[in-house]
């Protein structure tokens, strides 16, 4: 069964530091999103992204954050200068349907385990 | 806005006995719902969705959930309890108010299962 793919597993930064978090979508899958999981609370949308364009992204998706789709196969988040607080589970998903069209199933990653000290 | 609210964090069952993970939404129209799952070091797996079909929905692993309007419940159950079953299960719904949908998540519900 076709499995989206995220590295690293589990990255430890220093805050101030820029992260990059990776992605291998679905083959065949044209829309991707991240979304993350910080410690003991809910899981929770980041941003979704289509055409090679941020379809939408949520209030906590600051100028901090990018993603970017470099070759055709990658998918990334970058956070530019991490904080305390951007520690978090971030899972990457994937999706063949566009958002919107009643049962848009997206396939996630297992997760990147992001700990800034 | 839409929401969901899982009712317990914590469901403990033994082996072979029913298992009943609740799970209550806020919607302002039809919605799409979906239950989650994640075992250890695993991605979310989806476990079945309503899409404004059947109200009874079969998803994988023997498990399966009920769309109630009338009382906005969509509770996830399974007959009898399997050790793999323990994981946390998630439900979850679909937000298209902007357009695009993106998903909402519950805090989550853990299952543990003894023998």
């Known amino acids: 069964e076709p499995e989206v793919t995220q590295t690293p597993s589990h990255q430890v930064t220093q805050m101030g530091q820029e992260v990059i978090l990776r992605c291998v979508p679905i083959?065949?899958?044209?829309?991707f999103y991240w979304y993350r999981q910080i410690l003991g609370q809910k899981v929770e949308f980041l941003v979704s992204?289509?055409?090679?364009?941020?379809?939408?992204k949520s209030e906590i998706f600051d100028d901090q954050f990018s993603v970017e789709r470099p070759d055709g196969s990658n998918f990334t988040l970058k956070i530019r200068s991490t904080k305390l607080e951007d520690s978090a589970m971030y899972f990457c998903?994937?999706?063949?349907?566009?958002?919107?069209?009643?049962?848009?199933?997206?396939?996630f990653g297992a997760g990147s385990r992001l700990t800034v000290l | 806005a839409q929401s969901v609210t899982q009712l317990d964090s914590h469901v403990s069952v033994s082996e072979g006995t029913p298992v009943l993970l609740r799970c209550n939404y806020s919607?302002?129209?039809?919605?799409?719902l979906f239950w989650y799952v994640q075992h250890p070091n695993k991605g979310l797996q989806l476990l079945l969705k309503?899409?404004?079909?059947?109200?009874l929905v079969k998803g994988i692993n023997g498990f399966e959930a009920e769309f109630k309007k009338s009382e906005t419940s969509f509770h996830l159950t399974k007959p009898s309890a399997h050790m793999s079953d323990a994981a946390e299960y998630f439900c979850?719904?679909?937000?298209?108010?902007?357009?695009?949908?993106?998903?909402?998540f519950g805090a989550g519900t853990r299952l543990a299962v003894h023998p």
């Open positions: 083959s065949n899958h044209l829309y």
């Open positions: 998903a994937s999706s063949i349907k566009p958002p919107g069209t009643g049962a848009n199933v997206l396939t």
């Open positions: 919607s302002s129209y039809s919605p799409s």
């Open positions: 992204f289509y055409n090679n364009e941020i379809s939408e």
């Open positions: 309503y899409t404004s079909a059947a109200t």
């Open positions: 979850v719904v679909s937000d298209s108010s902007g357009g695009y949908n993106k998903l909402i």
